[in-house]
């Protein structure tokens, strides 16, 4: 992404904002128009409070605002102005949000997007910890016992490795 020679925190914003825009329930691209970053566009305030009443109520110290153009999900060619918002603290970001042209927030920006069934099914195994069920778990959800498990898979692995031994010394005669 061109920053257009922005500020550390104005260029951190608009990257968190293409990466959680497209992601969205209402968007599925952002685009800057030219110059947008720049200096004497990009709002950079100091802020003392909550960054924001609606959503977020982390406090920051500083405020960085831009506008963008959302493109409305599953439409053709429908781009909405909106305003980009994103609060820090010791040079942290720690609150987005996304504003319409008029200043509100557009809170269904912030759920995600659609998902595919191959991502849903992907989602769901991330939920579950993993994506394809161990030796030792599938044999945990059998047995029901924990304690059983863990001393059967220490003695094949002991087994093998003194086994692996005879045979190479039974070999090597």
């Known amino acids: 992404m061109e920053t257009e020679g922005a500020s550390a925190d104005v260029a951190d914003c608009a990257a968190h904002a293409s ?42 110290s500083q405020v960085v605002m831009f506008d963008a153009e959302g493109h409305r999900r599953g439409t053709a060619d429908n781009w909405v102005p909106v305003k980009v918002r994103c609060g820090y603290k010791d040079g942290m970001m720690l609150a987005y ?13 912030a ?18 910890g993993t994506s394809k069920p161990a030796k030792a ?12 498990i863990k001393p059967a898979a220490a003695k094949p692995a002991a087994k ?3 086994t692996n031994s005879k045979k190479s010394k039974s070999s090597s005669r």
């Open 19 to 60: 990466w959680v825009v497209p992601r969205s329930s209402s968007f599925d691209a952002l685009k800057l128009p030219n110059g947008a970053l720049r200096a004497d566009r990009a709002e950079v305030k100091p802020w003392e409070g909550r960054f924001s009443p609606v959503k977020q109520a982390v406090q920051v």
């Open 160 to 162: 093998k490795s003194t």
């Open 111 to 128: 759920r995600p997007a659609p998902q595919t069934s191959r991502a849903a099914r992907s989602q769901v195994t991330r939920q579950k």
């Open 97 to 109: 949000e996304l504003l319409d042209a008029d200043g509100a927030t557009i809170t269904e920006a």
């Open 137 to 148: 778990g599938a044999k945990s959800a059998r047995s029901g016992s924990k304690a059983s």
